[in-house]
């Protein structure tokens, strides 16, 4: 889904190497925001989703302010307003929450914002880490091509005959032997990054790598080749810029396949700590009620998921067709 | 293990399922099928391999004990009607054998095969060697009276016995299962899909993790039980579990959810029964060791006898008990459940939380507090983590700053065996029915095949020799003081952070009268249904 | 052709060979198996001697050699757990899985290709939005949900359907147990089906619709407008025919998330495949299991891999050229 033809006569003009750094990037960002721009403007499920995306993002980045309790702080909670229902005064306590309380007592408003906090932050870093490693690969393997291919694309083979829930799981086992066990808990995030993040890098990877072997044979490159460019510079000026377009696009779906999938990881028992619970995790300890009758501790972290990752993915749906000039 | 599996669910009809056994074993008049559901499947039909919770219950229905345990806690005859120490050799016990009793495929029961299994279950390879390691052997007198040898005199040694499963010796030989399952052998034991015991029913079909059906033998020496088959199945997911009771799928479920309890109860066509099991859940913590692993302070805040008493403090047991167990739990200070001998009023009794007192406690011996690890399982006893992070809270507001831990099973316990954890939950069950079942392994200092689950690191000489003492004594009455003095001690010590004794609720569907069993092995031939 | 073949299959000896090493080296990580074996009365001088039984104090490469050993004479041991011949026990189970699979891949499939043409040649609609948007509900929970949800719904609520298990089943010749020749059997596999199926319905649809979009552009179906022929005949004979082939290549290489699910889907309805006897080896550490369904798994996948290039080697020209390039 590379669009060569939009990017490729103008990169074309620039075989100098004095004119690239400026003039590309800079042009290219430029046809794009406007297009991009005008894109969005006039579709309704693209202002929507973003509208929708970005409040639950500055909702979750300003938790700490926003939110009316502390829910990562043990020792502010009161286990006596467990299970209190929304808007219901606790009949120990007293006290009264808006979306009511977890079985630990926690406020659930503020768990969400917290967690959807941490969902974020594990899916958006998930993202980078496999968006830096699939990019990387993908360049070598187009690139180079020969038996750098070869060994990447039968890594990304491996990678693709495991399912990636099972790599997830087996790496955080790892993480968990390597580690020092006093620093588990503080390390347990970023394995759950490593583990989302390292099972992702597939995708990206094909997709620059079919990306780069198409460009590569291209006229600039060649010329570029011609006066001496060293290969890094030519992966990193000619090449990426005109493979970030479906990079984006899969980057964004698969932020929002990085949050369920820690929601599934929680589920099979691995995952944050409880006691800092993800949306994922809340959704996994919700379930557990869903017979008993204290349907809001499942119900709102799970819409707000729901909410969260259906705004992304059509917001990856959007820039899809978006950065597709022939389907305009 | 070819079998058309006969479907659970009203979808199938219950009746396709007696049919088949009817056609299979011809005999049953007012056939009543019970589908049984719990978490877990039995591991094995070996009766000496696996000694684990589900694989013994199953086991029960099939294979019988010399003596059974009663919802009371009591000893009751089974195979054997009548058991004593010899009265001229405290040494030797022994067993007075049911007649009459035949194995279901039709040989009969006699002295050659209790003292056969007292060999197999002795066995390099049997899974419950631990209990008999006090046994020297075993003889038949005659054919219904067997003497076991003893090391010593081992008074209590019966108490062992509520687990202890007789197999058929001919049968065992004719089918090469002379010894349970050896891991090394690489070849799988004819006994692990087989069964031959003298039990109310026999096993019909198997599909390990999937199902198990068992039939009524009519050969049985007790009278004829109402259930008549039973379809066993495990289903892990609690949800599933309780939607297959709700949607009428099933007749029991043996594990409910604590928060599931009050729900079914309203539910029409639902009963629960609840009932205490025998198993404390407790915290403990290495109170010996100069440093901790995790802690954030140079000495060993655990050492100190301030922050102990502050977490006694800091706990707050009816909380837990009202929010986290529903009311399941029976709230104790002492690590041992009420019918177990050994335990008093006052070692059931604790304090009122006091958080301010609590956190003077700590303050005097650390004035910033401290934080340490907290390790805990997250599938073993009911509400584990929610138990752990509740006490993370409660111990926060003492100034202990915890980093909560919770994992798999497979994974905590090797904490607690190698000596890898700082402080941790557990949850101990006593299956003698005696107090010194606890000391042998959390209060004996390590070695020796003591102390296996010492992960206090607590090393007390005195006590330790009041503890070995313990097996040879025959003076009850003399036993029981020390068993007092041991308690004392550690109560005194602060051994164990105990939280409560956990209550058991099995759900049936109406008309299906079971009760709780203490071991958790409840039995389909003491079922009663009225229609 | 015969080099290529060769060079194939050497890669994917080593694919599996790495594959087993890295699912042996993290078993180690995954808990400690004794544990699970004995009881609790054990002591620890007993552990250790079952320990050294099983060879587990042996050298990691000496445990390696001696699966490898094993494994490539189809002998991969007794379960820990079961005490039953693990290949047994997998062949046991498998039928199970592939049902599941099978049902719900051929629902994704062409519930995914019929909203996908749908959805492509009516791009701006209003149903169209509406599928588009329904459809993104499937990769916006995590699939443990979507499965207690089902249960709930149709199980408990309105009691049309088993919330779990697979039904009554029949041994056929050979030993294949089927759900398929029974009421209650079929009746079982809905739930499960859909709740494994949703996510690659979704997927499916999505990639459909976007080569059915891009083929449509294309000269080939301009010609075949022009040459006169009948919307329906352009639609179906034309545009599908060209969109069906990467369809089916990748509904192929899906199998692995397919799988991967399975795990999620059979625990939550204890369904009796090899995903839940794989979870439940997991929680149990029994190695045996474990590793034999990792190397099993990924035998599958180097398998259907391989098929797939030779294919394309044979049916595609083109990659026999880039190949060629590509190695210079």
């Known amino acids: ?328 | 293990m070819k079998l058309s599996a006969p479907s659970l669910g009203r979808f199938a009809s219950a009746l396709s399922v007696s049919a088949i056994a009817i056609a299979a074993f011809g005999s049953a008049v007012s056939a009543e099928t019970i589908r049984w559901a719990r978490v877990g499947d039995a591991l094995t039909m070996d009766p000496h391999s696996q000694n684990e919770g589900p694989t013994l219950t199953v086991l029960h229905h099939i294979y019988e004990t010399l003596v059974r345990r009663d919802i009371d806690g009591s000893l009751q005859p089974r195979l054997a009607t009548e058991w004593y120490i010899h009265p001229d050799d405290p040494t030797v016990w022994v067993f007075k054998l049911r007649e009459g009793v035949t194995f279901h495929n039709g040989n009969e029961f006699n002295a050659e095969d209790v003292v056969f299994s007292f060999e197999r279950v002795r066995a390099e390879s049997s899974g419950f060697r631990a209990l008999h390691t006090a046994v020297t052997g075993a003889t038949a007198v005659d054919d219904h009276t067997v003497h076991v040898q003893m090391e010593g005199p081992s008074p209590l040694y019966v108490q062992n016995l509520t687990n202890f499963f007789i197999i058929d010796s001919d049968w065992s030989r004719e089918n090469d299962v002379v010894n349970p399952q050896d891991f090394a052998a690489g070849e799988e034991s004819y006994a692990v899909r087989n069964t031959n015991g003298t039990g109310h029913y026999q096993l019909v079909s198997r599909d390990p993790e999937v199902q198990t059906v068992m039939t009524y033998y009519d050969g049985h020496w007790d009278e004829a039980p109402q259930v008549t088959d039973i379809v066993y199945t495990p289903i892990a997911e609690a949800a599933t579990r309780v939607a297959a009771l709700l949607s009428g799928e099933v007749d029991m479920v043996q594990d409910v959810p604590v928060q599931d309890i009050a729900r079914l109860e309203q539910t029409d066509g639902i009963t629960i029964a609840t009932g205490p099991e025998n198993r404390n859940i407790f915290f403990s913590y290495d109170m010996t060791s100069p440093q901790l692993i995790s802690a954030n302070v140079d000495d060993n805040p655990f050492s100190h006898p301030e922050v102990r008493e502050a977490m006694a403090l800091a706990l707050d047991r009816d909380a837990i008990r009202q929010v986290v167990m529903r009311g399941q739990s029976q709230p104790s200070a002492a690590p041992l459940p009420p019918f177990v001998n050994g335990w008093t009023e006052a070692m059931h009794s604790y304090d009122a939380p006091d958080y301010e007192r609590a956190s003077e406690l700590v303050r005097s011996v650390y004035p910033d507090g401290f934080s340490v690890d907290m390790h805990c399982p997250n599938d073993r006893y009911l509400n584990d983590e929610a138990i752990c992070q509740a006490t993370v809270a409660m111990l926060g507001r003492a100034g202990i700053d915890i980093n909560l831990v919770s994992q798999t099973r497979s994974l905590h316990f090797p904490l607690i065996e190698n000596w890898e954890t700082d402080f941790y939950l557990l949850g101990w069950g006593v299956p003698t029915f005696d107090s010194a079942y606890v000391f042998n392994f959390l209060v004996h200092s390590r070695g020796d095949g003591f102390g296996a689950y010492n992960g206090a690191h607590y090393a007390n000489d005195d006590v330790d020799a009041m503890i070995e003492s313990l097996s040879t004594m025959t003076d009850l009455e003399a036993r029981n003081q020390v068993v007092a003095d041991i308690w004392e001690q550690v109560m005194e010590d602060r051994v164990f952070l105990n939280v409560h004794n956990q209550l058991l609720a099995y759900a049936v569907r109406d008309g299906i009268t079971v009760a709780v069993h203490p071991e958790n092995q409840p039995h389909m031939a003491s079922i009663t249904i009225d229609n | 052709m015969l080099a290529y073949l060769i060079r194939r299959i050497v890669q994917s000896a080593i694919v599996m060979l790495v594959v087993a090493l890295v699912a042996f080296a993290l078993f180690r990580y995954v808990g400690d198996p004794i544990n699970a074996m004995v009881s609790q009365e054990t002591t620890l001088e007993d552990r250790a001697a079952l320990r050294d039984l099983l060879g587990l104090n042996d050298p990691f490469l000496v445990q390696f050699g001696r699966f490898i050993g094993n494994a490539v004479q189809g002998e991969f041991g007794m379960s820990y757990r079961l005490q039953q011949p693990v290949m047994e026990l997998i062949l046991q189970r498998l039928p199970a899985t592939l049902e599941l699979a099978l049902v719900s891949g051929l629902a994704a499939f062409v519930l995914g290709v019929s909203a996908g043409v749908y959805t492509a040649l009516n791009p701006r609609g209003g149903i169209s939005t509406g599928i588009m948007t329904v459809s993104l509900i499937g990769v916006s929970l995590p699939t443990f949900l979507i499965g207690v949800l089902l249960i709930w719904l149709f199980a408990v609520e309105l009691q049309w359907l088993p919330s779990f298990g697979r039904g009554e089943t029949v041994t056929l010749p050979g030993g294949w147990v089927t759900g398929f020749l029974t009421p209650t059997g079929r009746i079982s596999l809905i739930l499960p089906a859909i709740t494994l199926g949703l996510y690659q319905m979704t997927l499916i649809m999505r990639l459909v619709r976007a080569e059915m979009l891009e083929v449509l552009r294309t000269d080939y179906v301009k010609f075949a407008r022009a040459r006169g022929l009948s919307n329906r005949a352009v639609h179906f004979g034309h545009a599908l025919k060209n969109t069906l082939v990467p369809v089916i290549t990748i509904t192929g290489l899906q199998l692995g998330s397919i799988i991967a699910f399975a795990i999620i889907t059979e625990t939550v309805f204890q369904w009796p495949g090899v995903g839940a006897l794989f979870i439940n080896s997991v929680r149990a550490v029994d190695v045996p299991v474990m590793a034999a369904y990792l190397v099993l798994i990924a035998l599958i996948f180097v398998i259907i891999n391989l098929i797939v290039d030779l294919l394309y080697y044979a049916v595609d020209p083109r990659l026999r050229v880039e190949r060629g390039g590509a190695r210079h």
């Open chain 1, 1 to 328: 889904m590379s669009d060569p033809k939009t990017s490729g006569p103008q990169a074309n003009e620039a075989v100098t190497e004095a004119a690239i750094p400026e003039r590309t990037p800079g042009r290219l960002f430029k046809i794009w925001d406007s297009d991009v721009a005008y894109s969005f403007r006039t579709s309704p499920v693209a202002i929507i989703s973003g509208v929708v995306a970005l409040a639950i993002i500055l909702a979750a980045l300003l938790a700490p302010w926003i939110a009316p309790t502390n829910p990562f702080d043990p020792a502010s909670l009161n286990l006596m307003d467990g299970f209190t229902p929304p808007m219901q005064e606790n009949a120990f306590t007293g006290n009264t929450f808006l979306l009511g309380t977890d079985n630990q007592g926690r406020d659930m408003l503020s768990a969400m914002l917290y967690g959807a906090r941490i969902s974020l932050f594990v899916g958006v870093s998930a993202v980078l880490l496999a968006m830096v490693l699939g990019i990387t690969a993908g360049l070598i393997a187009g690139y180079r091509g020969g038996w750098a291919d070869a060994v990447l694309m039968r890594i990304a083979d491996v990678q693709l005959s495991f399912p990636s829930i099972l790599i997830a799981l087996l790496i955080f086992g790892v993480a968990r032997g390597i580690i020092p066990p006093s620093q588990r808990e503080t390390m347990a995030i970023w394995v759950l990054i490593v583990a989302i993040g390292l099972s992702d890098w597939v995708q990206f990877a094909r997709i620059v790598r079919g990306a780069t072997m198409v460009e590569k044979s291209k006229e600039y490159v060649q010329a570029a080749k011609v006066i001496g460019a060293h290969p890094f510079k030519i992966l990193l000026r000619h090449i990426l810029p005109n493979v970030m377009g479906p990079v984006l696009v899969i980057a964004t779906i698969g932020l929002a396949l990085a949050i369920i999938a820690e929601a599934t990881l929680s589920f099979l028992g691995v995952g944050v700590p409880p006691t800092q619970p993800s949306l994922g995790t809340l959704i996994r300890i919700g379930q557990q009620y869903l017979f008993s009758g204290e349907w809001w501790i499942l119900l709102f972290p799970a819409v707000m998921l729901l909410t969260l990752a259906l705004a992304v993915n059509l917001l990856g749906d959007w820039l899809r067709d978006a950065l597709n000039p022939r389907l305009r």
